[in-house]
């Protein structure tokens, strides 16, 4: 299959309960390898029947407990008959453990395949830095995360850079092995003793393929999707190009063509809002929130406002948009601005914010997906008129 | 304008609370390039319109050593004649984030208003609640209600409410350039502040052979400044023997303008140690002697020991300290801020009756900083900061022709 044909692979993207920020990694990298039909779903559109129309289910990084709770049942076994049925998922960080069994008393979870990891103990090493991150709870131990940040992944064939915060090292059988931890690089960052920490991840698998039945899981540790990470985006794409554009794509979407006053409007609504939130996000001292089991500090909103900032710029240039429910973005635009505002005043007196971020998080995941959803159906618009927005 | 500049300025009329994005096009940079220059070329497209015109220089906001220069360009009303005031610090540079690189403030608004710009944003918002306090009160409330503690303001105190022709526009808390009395216009427009984040990106028309020079230039700078800092760095001020033992005691930092080397600017503190370098709970335990013309006026004034207080009430009030420092007769620091308070109180339009002093030496470098967006006090001291330099940095950055002339008004 040639890399044109995986180019039209219909790409679904989970951004519901429990996804990180770092979602918006693989909507950069997609775009910028020129995947054009790239969607987001939610933990509803997935229990709603959605996947069948997609080639492909990407589940980043985040929380798998909240991950888990947002699906529930209903939509963990939807995405399993996606799997079963001839999809494709690839799993990062909390995709990846949400997908395999690594405890002989498994989490409710996906539980595709047994694939048990090397940094589950009852007993984990002591850390030296990040306390408020290194752990979590699972039955009777905890994942523990030994590093942070860049490390050197490969095999026999290739070698390259890759980001690490929080996925597993894996141990598989040599036939499901894409890529092993082979190194550490100067800008790895230590959460435990550095030789505790080589033993518990070099040697051990970075990316596995694991097929079943019709479907295929593709299972990575590190963030092969950064942006920072070039080789890592390539190794990527190669992936991509195995898997095969069969599906039909999702429906329609239902949207505003929003012109002229009305745009000018629009756009300067959400400009107003996003600007104001921007700023007030920079000005956030240091925060910390702990959703579920991850720990968001407030440098994660900032990322996420900024990147959002800039697919609402690249969208200033069109005359027309295609939104879909302009004025509920518009609402959660102003819900962003306000929440913001409120966190600032409470952590000012010293109250927790967490509710507030949890919601924060949620609207801003809105906001940004209206937003990349107008900039793909463009992108596809444009491939398909020569510039002109039809 | 595709490089170095926003691609739009912008032209706010306080009148009808509109702003208008006009496009800022690449013949207008090619005539004009930036600063004072460009400044005056906005001020007179719209001088039947009573206009301030706040601009950054070609190079405020990049690499360039220095480059931390906004101009305010108005009618002065002691003079009656247009003139520049240098803002130094971090507000130009501010101005450019903010996604424009000009803000032409036209008419006079109906009610006390204070503009925020923020992101290509123009909001007026209601200064009702602030028209009345104290810079230092009235920065720190715009700051709070728009979230940001970096939020760079252009601000006025009581004198400027009062349009008095000794008011001075405050850079947040701090004394700068203005010597023209554009703070009686701020009160006259009803301006408390104009108000600047941004998170804006420049773009360069070669930024690797750019960043080369600009990096052999801040080695340039750096070597030429040498370890002079502090009153020492500040050499073009008279300050006294007297002013300057008193102020060593009371030194707890110095500090420099936007990307510039030159630590000329001093931090006292004489309500807690100044030896005590942590921050404590005393938000406001001194002043920043950003104005070293003014403060030496000031200490010249009053006892040397109690220039520092008295400087920073000339701030608080939005004084410009070489006006008023003639009109001080206490010596001490509760006698001569008294005078200060009723000074600023005062409701007829004081004349201007000090001598001028600029805030760098005047020269053909201080004219071409005010063109480039570079710290005319650092420019004054580099020779290498000079009209042939930018020109062939423009022309690297633009991609336009520039000579050395451009830099001349």
Aim: charged letters at 25%; one cysteine or more.
């Amino acid at each position: 299959m040639g890399e044109k044909d995986s180019k039209n692979l219909k790409i679904a993207i989970y951004i519901g309960h429990g996804a990180s920020y770092s979602w918006i990694w693989f909507v950069k990298t997609f775009d910028s390898l020129d995947y054009n039909e790239v969607y987001f779903l939610d933990d509803f559109d997935i229990r709603n029947g959605e996947l069948s129309n997609f080639d492909c289910l990407v589940l980043p990084g985040g929380d798998p407990f909240l991950i888990a709770e947002g699906l529930n049942e209903d939509g963990l076994d939807k995405i399993r008959q996606f799997v079963f049925n001839g999809g494709s998922y690839i799993g990062v960080c909390a995709g990846t453990y949400l997908s395999i069994i690594f405890n002989d008393d498994p989490m409710p979870w996906l539980n595709l395949a047994q694939i048990r990891i090397n940094n589950f103990s009852t007993s984990p090493p002591e850390a030296i830095r990040m306390k408020y991150k290194y752990l979590v709870p699972y039955r009777e131990g905890y994942v523990f995360h030994p590093v942070r940040g860049s490390l050197e992944v490969g095999n026999k064939d290739l070698s390259f850079k890759a980001p690490l915060y929080g996925g597993p090292p894996m141990i598989a059988p040599a036939e499901n092995r894409l890529l092993d931890y082979v190194d550490f690089d100067e800008k790895t960052l230590y959460l435990i003793d550095e030789d505790v920490a080589k033993s518990t991840m070099v040697g051990n698998a970075a990316g596995i393929r694991v097929p079943i039945k019709k479907g295929c899981l593709y299972l990575f540790g590190p963030h092969f999707e950064h942006p920072s990470y070039p080789e890592a985006n390539m190794f990527l794409n190669g992936i991509m190009s195995n898997i095969k554009p069969l599906a039909p794509g999702p429906a329609k979407r239902n949207v505003t063509l929003l012109h002229g006053d009305g745009l000018k409007e629009w756009m300067d609504v959400i400009k107003r809002e996003l600007s104001s939130a921007r700023v007030l996000s920079n000005g956030l001292m240091n925060l910390k929130w702990k959703i579920g089991e991850k720990v968001w500090e407030d440098e994660k909103i900032v990322y996420f406002l900024n990147e959002t900032w800039k697919t609402l710029k690249s969208l200033q240039r069109y005359d027309a948009l295609p939104i879909e429910s302009p004025k509920e973005l518009e609402v959660n635009a102003r819900h962003i601005h306000s929440l913001l505002a409120e966190i600032r005043v409470l952590s000012k007196e010293g109250e927790d914010t967490n509710v507030q971020a949890e919601k924060l998080i949620d609207a801003t995941k809105k906001l940004s997906k209206g937003l990349f959803d107008a900039y793909f159906d463009l992108k596809r618009n444009i491939w398909w008129s020569n510039g002109k927005i039809s | 304008m595709d490089n170095m500049y926003t691609e739009y300025y912008l032209v706010v009329d306080l009148a009808t609370g509109e702003a208008e994005e006009v496009e800022l096009e690449e013949e207008f940079v090619e005539q004009y390039v930036g600063g004072a220059k460009l400044n005056l070329a906005l001020y007179d497209k719209y001088k039947d319109e009573d206009p301030i015109v706040f601009g950054s220089g070609l190079f405020t906001s990049t690499l360039i050593p220095g480059s931390c220069l906004g101009v305010l360009t108005a009618k002065s009303p002691l003079t009656g004649k247009v003139a520049h005031a240098s803002i130094t610090w971090n507000a130009g540079a501010e101005l450019k984030f903010t996604g424009y690189s000009f803000v032409v403030v036209k008419n006079k608004a109906a009610e006390p208003t204070y503009l925020w710009l923020h992101d290509e944003i123009a909001d007026f918002v209601d200064a009702s609640s602030i028209w009345g306090k104290d810079t230092w009160e009235a920065t720190d409330a715009i700051r709070d209600e728009q979230g940001e503690d970096r939020i760079q303001l252009l601000i006025i105190g009581k004198a400027g409410e009062n349009k008095l022709t000794t008011a001075q526009v405050i850079n947040n808390y701090w004394g700068d350039g203005d010597r023209f009395g554009f703070g009686a216009l701020f009160g006259e427009k009803n301006l408390k502040a104009i108000a600047m984040r941004g998170m804006g990106e420049l773009e360069l028309d070669d930024a690797d052979a750019f960043l080369e020079k600009a990096e052999d230039l801040f080695k340039d700078v750096v070597a030429k400044v040498g370890a002079a800092k502090g009153f020492d760095a500040a050499d073009y001020a008279d300050i006294s023997a007297d002013l300057k033992a008193a102020a060593a005691k009371q030194t707890h930092r110095v500090d420099a303008d936007f990307n510039s080397p030159l630590a000329y600017k001093v931090y006292l503190k004489y309500r807690e140690d100044p030896s005590v370098m942590d921050m404590t709970d005393n938000w406001n335990p001194g002043v920043l002697v950003s104005d070293p013309i003014g403060f030496a006026a000031i200490g010249k004034a009053v006892n040397p020991d109690a220039a520092g207080e008295v400087l920073e009430k000339v701030f608080r009030l939005g004084l410009n300290p070489v006006a008023v420092a003639s009109k001080l007769t206490a010596k001490d620091a509760a006698g001569a801020i008294a005078e200060l308070e009723k000074l600023a109180e005062s409701s007829e339009a004081e004349k201007f009756d000090a001598v001028f002093s600029p805030m760098a030496p005047e020269s053909e470098r201080t004219e071409a900083a005010y063109i480039a967006g570079i710290c005319p006090v650092l420019a004054a001291k580099v020779d290498t900061l000079n009209a042939d330099t930018y020109a062939e940095l423009a022309s690297l950055t633009t991609g336009l022709d520039f000579d050395a002339d451009a830099f001349k008004m």
